[in-house]
């Protein structure tokens, strides 16, 4: 090996299809993310239905200035975020992925967040996403999580509660099943509307959040490999890796040297 | 350098023309859905839903009518306010939380038969053929009756002889209805509250079985294809094994611990009744040996913070609920990969009988009972779970995975443990379950969760690896790989958060044979640490233990008599045909045992 | 009273005899080790290519073929003379599967093979491949011959496959077809499925 240190470059994700570069184009904090729609600050505050708009955030501890607290060396390495410098409240917002071509599904919000989110806390199940930040934090990681390519309001879909339906078929209006209703399609503008924040509780005006992405564009941004866009069974290169991390991980136990030809 | 050079010129096209193959492939997906018509997965989605099948939009979706939709939902609605009304206190109340029946509350076929049941027919609760099927598993206790025999010859100087045995059986069906023997003024038990509570003999020897009265005998020859009978003869030999089976009243009242209690204590009396002894040393001997020495409990005894006694669920090992399974016993025991290879229609035999096993039986005691009763206090969800067990989508799938390795596998001696190679055959067969998913919208409406698909998914995968190599150990770690890997990273997508437990933290154990960290899955069981949170995986396990055994030919899983006592015919509930009787239960066509009519007020 | 014989004493072969009384075990039919591979999967003598019937398709170029030149003669030799293996060929989707053919002597050797329009090329692919299949030299020459099915080596544990199936099942056809049999496909994966 050359003096100096190899410089790290993450690979991210193996495939050469065009669902594996999305996979690596979203969960690479080094690329951007491109934007789709606008929705205002207020708006997002209303959606996620923690505080009212223009309310000042409830804290759960005095600013960070202010606290005396025992030397931790870890706190002088790590910058605290906005938020828990401020003391804020931890919130959620939570995030259900339609099975039919979605932008983005569960398992992939939870790696997108590991990348390019701070100060988080998320689990992931078979049809949502939770993500758990200091409030503050929460709404200006809403921005990105709202405006952009990673959002469809057709087929994903802010739900605190009641997530059922991930992999129902969709509504006459193309739009992910809802058993509390929380959006409608606005046919009129042809946009998605919330009517009801993401608990259920009824909004008092309606927030527009974007038009639902055509089929192509569906398919064109889908995060799953299906058959009728990039089959599953097709990625060798995937599946290779997918065999050698169970092989290793199941007989090998993470020790690789004790691999050998018979397994 | 010249060929080189000519390589390279045409490796140069060969780059531009694979790329382009790649993006056009695809476009003919669409055209092969027409073949999909063909398949009976599609006729049963039809109905199912009542709809098109590959329709990705539900128009009547928010109008159906709500709850009012389904005929059992308007029943509980009824009988909620009736109730309500009755006591005095709200009950059972549908104008309070979400509004449910906004998608479409289909009803379902249960496999193997013609019923239709509602989603709520199969809660434990409303389904007595589901508390039946454990009570009867609680209400079993085995013992070896070969040590009593010889102590009786050799300390008391009895003479054992077939009279004195079948003397001893007939009073022991008295003694376990709860009668008194030996002494005047017990207080004892109107049988008709007992009626289910008898006790029968199994043994592997033909002079021993002429001797006995047929009545108490369960017997091997005819229950069991003669090729099994003769290796299950073969490992019980000589031995005489008593199975007896407590009265489900008293399961019920106590739990399953119960059993043993009920059994020594009633044995040990039938033993003092007909062959006359008295208070003597003996005795306390009988009843160590009933209580402890050769005595087989279907459960083990939980740990401290589980809080179960023996007999219950939780301790239930994954090899006795494959042997508590019969679905198989009629068929001869070959090697799955021989009959597969030889005739597809007699391999779809040995498939359906696994799926009836674990559908009906592996999946209802983990999911239904201990994850969704035991563990979490009978929410219900996880009973949905069990239901995706019971459709006859696992069968559809399975005839695939026949009609694969009877065109693909001719003349294959055997399949090696190894994953590069059984990998061929899961990847193959997972990823047509996948595409099945991904190309009927109903089927993924009908399975609406993740723990539904992994516990599908990982079922196929477990049972297609153990059903080729006859290693459960292999059919675990395929089922991890098609949950953990291939189902999680083809959608993104797994089951419920709890399956990252199993099946990440999981896999570094999963061939492990050291204590607390793996074992053979035939000893694991439903509180096995790293299994014993999520929905899902009870099926799994129970498709990796039993698809095994059909894998090997064997006869049994784990204990040859655990296999023979589920024989019995004069169980309650049919353990060869589970399905059938959770689907008549669904229908109210079933009648349990344990009922307390003949001593309640007239109602 | 007399001392008592030690137990060894007593019973000299005691481990011997009491293995003797084990029953054999259930799992010896389950035993992990792959089966021996059949005798015209074992390495050949000199000059076989230029034996019958692989003389008949096999150019003689004076040293054993490689792998890309075996596959090549075989479409040639083979597959162009069979009508139905050229129906079969040109009316799956277009496949791209690579061969990774390890030989004892000459170490890897990668070819890779187009499915319509059919094509033969040396060399590790460029592109992702639908199908990957690792095997055995000696394995790859009785699955051209039709000694031997490719996935019976697979299942024996002498080869690996990786990727689609279909696009295996597809090249599958086309090669049962030249040896002139035919087989149905399956109902989850029929003829001509992406």
Known sequence: MAEGKVKYEPQIYPGKDETSERRRKLWDKRRKLAKYREISDDDITRLLGHRAV?????????????????????????VPTPGARAGDRIRFVQFADSFWHPPIAPHGRLRLYFNRLRGIDVVAYSGRCILEMRERDLEAAMKMLLETEIFNPARTALKGITIHGHSLRLDEDGLMFDARRRYILDKSTREVVYIKDQMGRVLDNPVPVGRPLSEEECRKLDLAYTWDTHPFKSRTEVLEILSRAAKLRVLAGFNPELLTEEM | MEKRKVLDER?????????????????????????????????????????????????????????????????????????AVERGLPAYNRAVGLPIGQ????????????????????????????????????????????????????????????????????????????????????????????????????????????????????????????TRAEKLKEAIGDAIWIVLRIPTLAVRMADGDEAARWAAMQNTMAFIASYGLSGEHIISDLAYSFKHARVVRMGNKMWYQRMRGTNEPGGFPDGYICDFMQAERDLPARRFLE?????????????????????????????????????????????????????????????????LSHRYMQGVRKVPLRWETVRTMVNSIIQYTMESYEKFPTLAEFHWGGAHRVSVIGSIAASSAAMLTGSSTMGLMAAHYAIAFAMKEGWLR?????????????????????????????????????????????????????AAMIGRGSSWCLSPVVKVAFADPHLIFDFKHPKLCIAKAGIRQFMPAGERDPVLPPH | MGKLPSLKEMYPKFAEEFEKTKPPSVLERVTPEAPPPPSFCLPRPDGWWRQPPYSKWIQDRGREPTAYELLLDFIIGRAISSPKAMELASSAPSRLIVYE??????????????????????????????????????????????????????????????????????????????LGFEIPRPRCWPRGHP
């Open chain 1, 54 to 78: 223009g309310a000042l955030y409830p804290s759960v501890h005095p600013p960070l200035e202010e606290l005396i607290e025992a030397y931790d060396p870890i706190k002088n390495i790590v």
């Open chain 2, 11 to 83: 490796a140069g096209q060969l780059e531009a023309r694979e790329r382009e193959y790649v993006r056009e492939l695809y476009a003919l997906s669409k055209k092969y859905l027409e073949v999909e018509k063909e398949r009976p997965l599609y006729s049963i989605m039809q109905k199912t839903f009542g709809a098109d099948p590959f329709a990705l939009q539900d128009s009547q979706m928010y109008k159906r009518g709500g709850y009012r939709q389904s005929k059992r939902k308007q029943e509980f609605a009824r009988l909620g306010r009736q109730v």
């Open chain 2, 103 to 226: 998608r479409q509350l289909e009803p379902f076929l249960i496999s193997g038969t013609n019923i239709m049941v509602e989603q709520d027919d199969t809660h434990h609760l409303n389904n007595v053929a589901i508390q039946q099927m454990l009570d009867d598993i609680k209400r079993t206790v085995i013992v070896n009756l070969d040590i009593a025999h010889r102590m009786l010859t050799v300390r008391a100087g009895k003479e054992v002889t077939p009279e004195t045995i079948n003397l001893y059986l007939e009073t022991l069906q008295h003694t376990m209805c709860g009668g008194a023997v030996a002494q005047e003024h017990m207080s004892e038990i109107n049988p008709l509250l007992v009626k289910d509570a008898y006790a029968k003999v199994i043994t592997g020897s033909d002079e021993v079985k002429d001797a006995l009265d047929r009545r108490f005998l369960i017997d091997i020859d005819q229950l069991f294809h003669p």
């Open chain 2, 339 to 403: 009959v597969a290879q030889e005739d597809e229609e007699e391999a779809l035999k040995y498939s359906r009988a696994m799926h009836e096993g674990i559908g009906g039986i592996a999946a209802v005691i983990d999911n239904v009972l201990w994850l969704g009763f035991y563990m979490s206090g009978g929410i219900g969800f996880s009973n949905t779970v069990a239901s995706a067990a019971y459709s006859e989508v696992m069968n559809e799938i399975s005839m695939e995975l026949i009609e």
């Open chain 2, 494 to 546: 797994t089951g419920w958060a709890g399956q990252e437990i199993q099946d990440h933290l999981g896999l570094p154990y999963l061939c492990s044979m050291r204590p607390e960290e793996g074992n053979l899955v035939e000893l694991r069981g439903l509180n096995y640490p790293m299994q014993s949170f999520s929905a899902a995986h009870g099926a799994i396990r129970g498709a990796a233990v039993y």
């Open chain 3, 101 to 178: 053919i390890e030989h004892p002597q000459r170490g890897t050797e990668f070819v890779r093979m187009f499915l319509n329009p059919t094509q033969v090329i040396e060399g590790p692919p460029e592109e992702e491949p639908d199908l990957w299949i690792k095997m055995n030299y000696y394995d790859f020459v009785p699955v051209l011959g039709g000694e031997i099915s490719v996935f019976n080596a697979v299942y024996e544990g002498r080869a690996t496959i990786l990727g689609n199936t279909t696009a295996g099942l597809d090249q599958y056809d086309v090669m049962t077809a030249i």
